[in-house]
């Protein structure tokens, strides 16, 4: 083997939205869920992450950018990552470049990741979802780790168990599984992309700064003195999740939209119940919610689905694309731009599918 090679594989994927929500582990380091969730793959032209990896011999340790800043790789979750693809490298014949790499050169070889999302990191719009299901897509790609998009779910897993839900479009349930061991929590397709097209998701982005509290340090706080989680995770998720696959089967949207924004505001619920107390949605996430709430009891019939993760930040999901328009317009409305309550940005799109650029 020359030592001057490189070898690079580069992958986009996009970010998922829960409309049943994960909040909560029993198992911290497997990140295990208390609840089964079901999320909404968006579309990777509006919201994604593209992550290139690359190995040369010539690297003398495991680095990784994100955004530009390098970051340290130390923490367990990229580690579990690392390992869990580099124990499933196999041999890469690379006949374009001329490079042989045998499942025995992982072992010692090491590989520069550089990422960038192309949105908001850390405000509550899943950036670790859609960061960790590429880096275990783009890390298997170029260690030719030859397993399925549901087995690759179940390590991007271990890096955010939001992004185990990202290595499928369309909707996409994560089982929370019953083993010890977190083999069978893993993510499966509901349905594809095209099953529900007339969707259209609109994100109004209220703040673009980073949370105050992680996900991963508010569901602990939960976890640890909320009630209310305890009642959730066993007796109203098991029944939504139930209620919502049929719901999405069916295009059922006046059940849909019921299911979605009763589970955001439970959970938000939850946050609350929180000791001390976590706030992620703020005026403007509420008068959102009230101005969706109104217009939907005007028709009649629901016209639109909201839904908030751990930020401030509004993810519509519109009927139909007629709908969207007017909803957009209702937003101008209440919101008007260089006002006090000005949306930074509105990011429109489609469901997708997940995306290979390598
Ligand atoms: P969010 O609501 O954006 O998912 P979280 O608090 O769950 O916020 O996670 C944010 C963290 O996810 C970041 O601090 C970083 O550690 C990780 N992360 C975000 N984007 C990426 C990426 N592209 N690649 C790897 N890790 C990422
Ligand atoms: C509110 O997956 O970001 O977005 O597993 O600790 O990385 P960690 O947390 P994360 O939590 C996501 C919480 C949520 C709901 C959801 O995506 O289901
Ligand atoms: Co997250």
Redesign the pocket.
């Known amino acids: 083997m020359a030592e001057t090679w490189v070898r690079m594989v580069t992958a986009q994927t996009p970010t ?3 409309v049943i ?3 909560g ?1 029993r198992d911290e380091t497997l ?1 295990l869920p208390v609840n089964d ?1 079901i ?1 909404v793959t968006l579309d990777p032209a509006h919201l994604c992450t593209t992550t290139t990896v690359a190995v040369s011999p010539s690297f003398v340790q495991d680095r990784m950018w994100l955004n530009g800043k390098e970051i340290s790789l130390s923490g367990g979750r990229y580690q579990n990552c690392l390992r869990e693809i580099r124990a499933r490298a196999c041999d890469v014949e690379d006949k374009e470049r001329g490079i042989n790499i045998s499942k025995k050169d992982w072992e010692k070889l090491h590989v520069h990741i550089a990422s960038y999302n192309n949105f908001p990191t850390a405000a ?1 719009l ?1 950036s ?2 859609a960061g960790f299901a590429c880096l275990v897509f783009a890390l298997a790609k170029l260690m030719n780790a030859k397993e399925d998009n549901s087995k690759l779910s179940a390590i991007a897993r271990q890096g ?4 185990c839900r990202s290595l499928f479009g369309g909707f996409v349930k994560w089982n929370m599984g019953k083993f010890e061991d977190g083999s069978d929590s893993l993510a499966v397709e509901v349905v594809d992309e095209k099953h529900w097209d007339d969707l259209v998701i609109i994100i109004a982005v209220v703040s673009s700064r980073q949370k105050e509290t992680s ?2 340090t508010g ?1 602990r706080e939960t976890v640890e003195t909320s009630l209310l989680l305890q009642h959730r995770a066993k007796e109203i998720v098991p029944k939504r999740i139930i209620q919502m696959e049929e719901a999405i089967k069916n295009r059922d949207f006046a059940s849909f939209a019921h299911l979605t924004c009763a589970d955001s505001n439970q ?1 938000h619920a939850v946050c609350l119940d929180t000791c001390p107390p976590i706030f992620y949605m703020n005026d403007t996430s509420h008068r959102i919610i009230s101005c969706a709430e109104k217009w939907n009891r005007s028709e009649g019939t629901p016209q639109v689905a909201y839904t908030f ?2 930020g401030p930040n509004a993810v519509l999901i519109a009927r139909n694309r007629q709908a969207a328009a007017r909803l957009l317009q209702k937003l101008l409305f209440y919101f008007p731009p260089n006002s006090d309550t000005d949306l930074n940005s509105y990011v429109l799109g489609d469901k997708s599918i997940l995306k290979d650029a390598g």
């Open positions: 998922n939205i829960a929500k994960y909040w582990k990140i969730s999320s509550g899943a670790s979802a955010s168990g939001s992004a996900s991963t569901m959970f993760d751990a």
